[in-house]
C-alpha cells in the first residue's frame, strides 16, 4: 500500500496545547508543572511548540518544569517545530530573518529542541512554513535520519499548501501525518483552497493555529457584528461560551481538525474541553459560515 494512503491519523488529543506565548505567562517552574498536570487532567495532551517560540525560549522554559516530574513526560505528545531563522540575541549567529531547511539546520535544530524540552524523542517534527527554496531530497534526508536514531516518531508540516505537501512526501516513505493551518470562523482560506479535502484524502490531521483568530474572534471592533451575533445566537442555543461555540464549530467539520490553544488560563483550557460535548446541527453550522462569508451559500 503506498504510504500516501495509509490511514494512519497522529495519535493525539482532540485538543492541543499551544506554548507560543509561554514566556509571556510569568509562571514559575511549580506553577507550570500544576498547568500541564491539569491540562492532561482536563484531557488536553498534545503539546505544541516551536524552536523560535518565546525569542527561543519557550521550549527550554517547558523543559524545565517537566524536568520537576519527569513523569509527566510519559502523558504527553510532544510537538515541535524548526525551519525559521529570527535574528535574535539569544541567537547571535543568525543575521537575517529567513528559512533554512538544510539537512544540517533539521537534524541540529532537533537535538537543540531535544536539550531545551528536556526529553529523548519527540512524537512529532513539523516544518514551520515552507520555503521557496525548499529542497524535498534535503528535508528527506534529515528525517530519515532523525526517524532511524530514534529522535523523532512522525512527521508533518505546517502552513504547506497541498500541492507542496504532496512535492515533500513524495520523496519520503514515511507518511506526514499533520498539516497546522490558520483555521478559524474568521479565517476561512484553508476551508476553501482545497486543504481540508486534501487532508482528507491522505488521512492528515488538520491542525488549527489561532483558532479564535488572535483573540479578534472576542473583540467587536475584531469581527464582523453578523458573525458575532450567530456564534452568540449558537451559544446560546447550547446554553455554551462563545469561545466553546468557535471550537465546536472547528471539530464539526469531518477532516477532524485539531484546534491550538493558546491561553496560560486552565479555566479556559478545561472549558475548552467541554467543547468535545458540543455537536452543532448542519443549520448552526452553515449559519456562523454564512455569516462569516457575508453571503448565502450559491
Known sequence: ???????????????????????????????????????????????????????????????????????????????????????????????????????????????????????????????????????????????????????????????????????LQSRLDMPLLVNQVELSPIELKHFKDGTLEHAQQHAVTPMAWSPFAGGDLFKLDGIDPTLHHAIANVAEAHQASFDQIALAWLLRHPSGIVPVLGSGKIERAQAAQQALSISLSDDEWFAIWVASQGHPVP
Request: negative net charge; glycine residues 6%; hydrophobic residues 35%.
Open 1 to 167: 500500500m503506498n504510504h500516501q494512503y495509509h490511514p494512519l491519523g497522529f495519535t493525539g488529543s482532540r485538543l492541543a496545547q499551544g506554548y507560543w506565548r509561554l514566556a509571556e505567562w510569568g509562571m514559575s517552574d511549580q506553577e507550570l508543572v500544576r498547568f500541564i498536570e491539569q491540562s492532561i487532567e482536563a484531557g488536553i495532551t498534545t503539546v505544541d511548540h516551536a524552536d523560535i517560540y518565546g525569542d527561543y525560549q519557550c521550549e527550554t522554559l517547558f523543559g524545565k518544569a517537566l524536568a520537576l516530574k519527569p513523569e509527566l513526560r510519559d502523558k504527553l505528545q510532544i510537538i515541535t517545530k524548526c525551519g525559521i531563522l529570527l535574528p535574535s540575541a539569544n541567537r547571535p549567529e543568525i543575521s537575517s530573518q529567513r528559512y533554512d531547511q538544510s539537512t544540517g539546520h533539521i537534524i541540529q535544530s532537533v537535538d537543540q529542541s531535544l536539550k531545551n524540552l528536556q526529553v529523548e524523542s519527540l512524537e512529532m517534527l513539523l516544518l514551520h512554513r515552507p520555503s521557496p527554496l525548499m529542497d524535498p531530497d534535503h528535508i528527506a534526508e534529515a528525517f530519515e535520519h532523525l526517524y532511524t536514531v530514534g529522535k523523532v516518531k512522525h512527521f508533518g508540516v505546517s502552513n504547506f499548501s497541498a500541492q507542496q505537501f504532496d512535492l
